[in-house]
């Protein structure tokens, strides 16, 4: 299984001259497994060079992506995915129960007179919605892909991947805090991610920005480390990268989890996601 970032920013695309190394396109990633198959998680602003890129590859297209939730970072680059202008697609959707209207609402809808030059409705490819994520598993080229509900406003998934002996979880959008929903505890989640070798998670806040932005749906680096560590997580990445933050500021909230990684002599991995990059299982 292979692992490609192309956006691991929060909120809003930040393209600029301080957004380089981190990237400044919203969430979006591109999961190989063993058989090439390709399985797309989000649709945020990342998700249109990826479209160049899988389109330069093969005339025809056979996709997965996968939503976690709604909100417009995670769904505002849906409409600029080139492979969907092409009948030679066929992308397979599933995620959050709410997905499909998200998506489509980036064209259009009743409070609006339009917000996009191209309805949904005139779109070449093929689209299916295939609804499985939220009754179990779903399988994927021998991969099973499970889903857990994230502690957000609206609510979203958090995804599991398993492909013979490897485990990597995705889960951002996610604020962990003892004063929680039902099903969502930080007990709930350490469950959810036990033993994976990669665990992608939201740390948006550091430490001392955490307290003023209680109930945003976000984590501080902190509560995903001690989270991660509990998981017997092997490399923790953190991502969602608040808009305001730059490469500088960014690279010192990593070294802030590393410390506390270090100094409970935990041999836990920890980097900052970079769009771009690439991680192997």
Known sequence: MRI???GTRGSIAVPGKDTILYGGNTTCLEITLESGY??????????RPLGDKLSAESETLDVHLLITHI???HVLGFPYFGPLYKSSTHLKIDGYPTCMNGLKNTFDNKMGDGFFPVKFADLKAKITYLDKLRHGDLEVEGAAISAAPLHHPQDGFAFRFKEGRRVFVFMTDNELREDRWKGRTPKDYVKFCKDADILVHDSQFTPGEIEERRDWGHSDYGAAF????KANVKRLILTHHDPARTDLQVTDLAAGCKALATAKGSDLVIEAAMEMSELEL
């Open 38 to 47: 390709v399985i797309i998680i989000d649709a945020g602003t990342g998700i």
């Open 226 to 229: 001690a989270m991660a560590d």
């Open 4 to 6: 490609k970032f192309w």
């Open 71 to 73: 909100h417009w970072d």
